[in-house]
């Protein structure tokens, strides 16, 4: 045990965004104290209006060896993109 | 400067024409030696408290804790320099030369705030016990009779609620910790208490303010801060220490300007480079 507290990734939404964007990681010993420290670290430039903290050990992502064989081949499948019907202007903002 | 002798009855009879800008009050002409040593005392508790948090730059035990105590500096910082620019406009002085050019003796800080820092738990020690005192009494101020207390008060409470719920949050974290650190919280408690009987101490002038609704009763915000306290120790199975004797009462505390040695050393250091260049621009 290396004494050390656990490794939070941090997600802030901005007032005028929709999405929560990864802006860095932090130490703390549990959940509560993710959220304050990542208020003190990652907001003092009034970055955001919402904060998400995950765990790092809780985050699987993929393997950059695997890249070809998971994102290439929707490289050449264009019929999967809904770009063969005109849209009426009426629908297009939805 | 800030004479406590009643001598505010005097300037009554002098300055009949500012007693229309206190709204309802029966005795106090605004401005009053009485409002700036009410308004010294809110500025030098941030300034003095904002300098000794500023000593665990690049030493805190945690990069983020280290971040987040600055933070909570800075804020206090900037709550100083709005009472401060409140004060200079009633005495004509700057910012600067108030902060940088009174002696101890004509600070107006609570001597908890000057208290070194010690290991953290002294740190969070001092901050828990002023924070939870601070928020109760800019909840009152935002209700001043001063409109400009009032409004500098409203923007500090929001930051300082965030203060106390962090300081407290720690008091838990570290009482209800490893044997370690329950001993040193303890420890730190128990060496600052005598200090916090002075939070609650109003003298005749002070009373004076209370009285015409510019400040705050601190007597009467004793019991809320007890109550608050004895929550916080309960959950951080932390002991309220029974002493009741009290540093600074009697008239003699850092409100009247009488402090503990380590508040000239700090200014020492804090207030060295603009005496050494008094013209100094930068």
Known sequence: MSGEWPLWEIFIRSQHGLAHKHVGSLHAADAQMAVTNARDVYTRRNEGVSIWAVRSADIHASSPADRAALFEPSNDKVYRHPTFFPMPDEVKHI | ?282
């Open chain 2, 1 to 282: 400067m800030g004479r406590n002798d009643g001598s505010v009855s005097k300037d009554r009879a002098s300055q009949p024409a500012s007693r229309a800008q206190v709204d309802g009050a029966s005795a106090i002409p605004h401005p009053s030696p009485a409002i700036l040593n009410y308004v010294l005392h809110l500025a030098d508790n941030g300034l003095v408290l904002a300098q000794r948090l500023g000593e665990w730059v690049g030493k805190g035990p945690v990069l983020e804790e280290d971040i987040a105590s600055t933070n909570v500096g800075l804020d206090l910082l900037g709550q100083a320099r709005l009472w401060l620019a409140y004060a200079g406009d009633i005495d004509g002085r700057g910012e600067d030369e108030l902060a940088y050019f009174r002696e101890s003796a004509d600070y107006r800080n609570l001597l908890l705030v000057e208290q070194p820092n010690g290991n953290y738990a002294d740190t969070i020690a001092r901050q828990y016990l002023f924070d939870q005192w601070h928020v109760l009494l800019l909840a009152e101020l935002t209700a001043s009779g001063d409109a400009r207390i009032a409004a500098i008060a409203a923007k500090a409470l929001t930051e300082v609620r965030y203060h106390v719920e962090r300081s407290s949050g720690w008091v838990i974290r570290l009482g209800d910790g490893t044997e370690l650190s329950h001993a040193r919280m303890q420890a730190a408690i128990d060496a600052s208490w005598m200090y916090t009987g002075e939070m609650f101490a109003v003298d005749a002038a002070e009373r004076c303010l209370v009285d015409a609704g510019i400040a705050a009763d601190a007597a009467a915000l004793h019991a809320p801060w007890i109550a608050a306290v004895q929550s916080v120790f309960a959950e951080a199975t932390l002991a309220v220490p029974a002493d009741t004797w009290s540093q600074g009462n009697g008239g003699r505390g850092g409100k009247q300007g009488v402090h503990t040695e380590h508040l000239s050393r700090m200014l020492a250091e804090m207030q060295v480079l603009p005496r050494t260049y008094p013209d100094a621009r930068w």
